[in-house]
T-cell receptor
Framework: GDSVTQMEGPVTLSEEAFLTINCTYT??????LFWYVQYPGEGLQLLLK?????DKGSNKGFEATYRKETTSFHLEKGSVQVSDSAVYFC???????????FGTGTRLKVLA | DSGVTQTPKHLITATGQRVTLRCSPR?????VYWYQQSLDQGLQFLIQ???????AKGNILERFSAQQFPDLHSELNLSSLELGDSALYFC????????????FGPGTRLTVL
């Protein structure tokens, strides 16, 4: 069935370090892919999305490229800040199926 | 502020009781989703409504039920509560049925004692 697999956390980095959070998916159709972020004490909010292969989503310095050949949508940021500390969720949706699937979330902690 | 409102913010109740959580979607959004987030199980999809009709069901217990009203607000009813039902319950909304971005409310924290 359709699924999303994220790397286990927590991920702890120093400020200005490079971030990668891996996300791979399995889908029978042509999914749209999303990254959501949840800051402490808040609900999830959309960080970026991509709706077709080779699309790159970007926002607030974060980027992710929809790679159909490797079924991946890894999240990257060149230089993290303390304010990026949050839980990051990868998600997919498949048109026509009413499926919207979230990964388990990866907690990021950035130290000053 | 996502534009999605949830009430109450906190709820403390006892085992065996019944509670109702309320969600108002963003203006213009027709879909409402309910999620349960607990420490050990992450974010679990419960149920989705689109324009008043149930569209998809996830890991929703039989003790739980939901509905979406003509004004598009939604309620999640939890009955015969157990200690394990303690969690954050999020509502999200989107314009369309599935593939759109979801906008999450701030959540209701339920504590069952």
């Amino acid at each position: 069935g359709d699924s999303v697999t994220q790397m286990e956390g927590p991920v702890t980095l120093s400020e200005e370090a490079f971030l990668t959070i891996n996300c791979t998916y399995t889908a029978t159709g042509y999914p749209s892919l999303f990254w959501y972020v949840q800051y402490p004490g808040e609900g999830l909010q959309l960080l970026l999305k991509a709706t077709k292969a080779d699309d790159k989503g970007s926002n607030k310095g974060f980027e992710a490229t929809y790679r159909k050949e490797t079924t991946s949508f890894h999240l990257e940021k060149g230089s993290v800040q303390v304010s990026d500390s949050a839980v990051y969720f990868c998600a997919l949706s498949v048109a026509g199926t009413y499926k919207y699937i979230f990964g388990t979330g990866t907690r990021l902690k950035v130290l000053a | 502020d996502s534009g999605v409102t949830q009430t109450p913010k906190h709820l403390i109740t006892a085992t065996g009781q019944r509670v109702t959580l309320r969600c108002s979607p963003r203006s213009g959004d027709l879909s409402v989703y309910w999620y349960q987030q607990s420490l050990d199980q992450g974010l679990q999809f419960l149920i989705q409504y689109y324009n008043g009709e149930e569209r998809a069901k996830g890991n929703i217990l039989e003790r739980f039920s939901a509905q979406q009203f003509p004004d598009l607000h939604s309620e999640l009813n939890l009955s015969s509560l157990e200690l394990g039902d303690s969690a954050l319950y999020f509502c999200a909304s989107s314009v369309g049925e599935v593939t759109d971005t979801q906008y999450f409310g701030p959540g209701t924290r339920l504590t069952v004692l």
